[in-house]
């Protein structure tokens, strides 16, 4: 045996010894790690995560969307900005970027979890497991990144509020959203941090679990909602977005928010681009799903606006065909960029900002789908999900939206974004920290009104910045 090997043997040794001295060491107890989180409150106290003062050299929010503009496509801006100026809580789903700057100096335990990145109340809904059972969690995942608990609460936390005024809510009303959300969130902390890690593990919020939080009064409601989402399927998407064209099934255009194009931005034809980009997205899955997947046929392709916060981001469907007609499937291709948190934050670093999307969504999503997958194309970062999968959303709207409705929603929102840090962060001492009292839900509902006047000024700012033609706003949206 050469000098070389030697020594590579005697490190492959020494390391598997670490790694065993790593895996057999004792670990500490439910009760030592919720200890630990307690006596976390002596270098942040609960009280402090109340606190809001703007940074001194805080940046003009909308130099931070027109700094976002550069990297999207620049005839879907005006769109971007005719969304976001259509309400406060409209404004507030388009702001990750601006608050993350807020949210950088502020007070936290030094406990971590893989964030969400982009918590509000309408980022929340029901889809289908691979057992193809209703489940409800967090539906978007593009600025997930490791980071402290506390932001991904704080900002969903004042959502609630948010939303609570733009449905036309009290002050009483919001606070009691805003402590839904907290509540619900610390007494589910509590309940993961007692389980077994492979029992959080395979945790979800199940249909008959979202059932049973609802008052009776309100149950037909909700299970409406549920029924319209089992519908939900690929053969209603095939229905709903396509039409024979030339005798052939292609997806319908409505300009500016779906259109078939015939080349890239690049000018690579359509057809090309597509199969260099299936290439990579075959290559980031497992097996199994590669021979799935590989059994459709590609049909057509074509560009679709998203969202709100996302408008201008690149973003593709691609309709396939399988066995017939009768089976059909639906992904969505979207741009991943750096997590607006990232500057903030020591994150890991990823080859492609699509694979952080994914490896987030994994570990944190209660059932995630299946076909996740990432690529690249033109130096461009994407990630991969069906379209449309027995998905649902609960309606934020001023003219439907009970208060009961809303305060039980916002509880569960809170109960799934505690099922997201229990997955991959200490439960225990999360659950230490937060206590049983409800001293946390004061402090954070008290951060959400101030955050939500910080949230006013800045929607204010965009409103000047569309009077004075500083940016350009769509008259559709």
């Given at each position: 045996m050469s000098r070389s090997t030697k020594v590579a043997s005697a490190k492959a040794r020494a390391a598997g010894t670490k790694l065993a001295d790593e895996f057999t060491k004792p670990r500490p107890s439910i009760a030592d790690r919720m200890e630990a989180g307690k006596r976390l409150r002596t270098t942040a106290s609960r009280a402090s995560l109340s606190e809001y003062k703007p940074p001194a050299n805080r940046k003009d929010p909308v130099a931070i969307l027109e700094g976002q503009?550069?990297?999207r496509l620049q005839q879907l801006i005006p769109v971007r900005y005719a969304r976001m100026l259509a309400s406060p809580f409209a404004f507030l789903r388009g702001t990750a970027a601006i608050m993350a700057q807020d949210l950088g100096p502020s007070s936290v335990t030094g406990l971590q979890v893989q964030l969400c990145g982009d918590m509000h109340v309408s980022n929340f809904g029901v889809f289908a497991s691979a057992e193809r059972s209703l489940v409800f969690g967090i539906n978007d995942f593009d600025e997930t990144i490791p980071g402290p608990w506390e932001w991904d609460l704080k900002r969903l936390a004042a959502s609630a509020v948010v939303a609570g005024q733009f449905i036309g809510k009290d002050r009483e009303c919001c606070?009691?959203?805003?402590?839904?959300?907290?509540?619900?969130?610390?007494?589910?902390?509590?309940?993961?941090?007692?389980?077994?890690?492979?029992?959080?593990?395979?945790?979800?919020?199940?249909?008959e679990d979202v059932v049973a939080t609802i008052p009776p009064e309100l149950v037909p409601r909700w299970k409406k909602g549920i029924a319209k989402a089992k519908k939900g399927t690929h053969l209603q998407v095939l229905e709903k977005m396509t039409d024979l064209v030339d005798n052939k099934q292609r997806i319908v255009e409505n300009a500016p928010f779906v259109v078939r194009e015939t080349k890239t931005e690049d000018g690579t034809p359509i057809r090309e681009?597509?199969?260099?980009?299936?290439?990579?997205?075959?290559?980031?899955?497992?097996?199994?799903?590669?021979?799935?997947?590989?059994?459709?046929?590609?049909?057509d392709v074509a560009r679709k606006v998203v969202g709100v916060g996302s408008v201008g981001t690149r973003c593709w469907i691609g309709f396939m065909r399988g066995v017939d007609e009768g089976d059909p499937l639906f992904i969505q291709v979207k741009e991943a960029q750096d997590s607006v948190l990232a500057p903030y934050l020591k994150g890991p670093k990823f080859d492609n900002q699509g694979h952080r999307v994914v490896s987030g969504q994994r570990l944190i999503q209660g059932s995630p789908d299946i076909l996740l997958g990432w690529g690249l194309f033109n130096k461009i970062h994407f990630y991969v999900r069906q379209l449309r999968d027995m998905k649902g959303s609960y309606e934020i709207d001023p003219h439907s939206t009970p208060r009961k409705g809303m305060e039980v929603y916002c509880g569960l929102c809170g109960w799934a974004l505690a099922l997201a840090h229990a997955k991959s962060g200490d439960a225990a001492m999360i659950a230490g920290y937060l206590g049983k009292t409800d001293e946390i839900d004061e402090a954070l509902t008290k951060f959400a009104f101030t955050y939500g006047e910080q949230n006013e000024r800045d929607y204010a700012e965009l409103q000047k910045a569309a009077r004075t033609k500083r940016i350009k706003v769509s008259e559709v949206s």
């Open positions: 503009a550069k990297t606070e009691s959203f805003s402590r839904a959300v907290v509540s619900s969130h610390r007494q589910h902390m509590r309940e993961y941090a007692e389980m077994g890690y492979l029992a959080t593990w395979y945790s979800v919020i199940s249909e681009a597509v199969g260099l980009f299936l290439e990579q997205y075959l290559a980031s899955l497992s097996s199994d799903r590669r021979q799935l997947i590989s059994r459709y046929q590609v049909l």
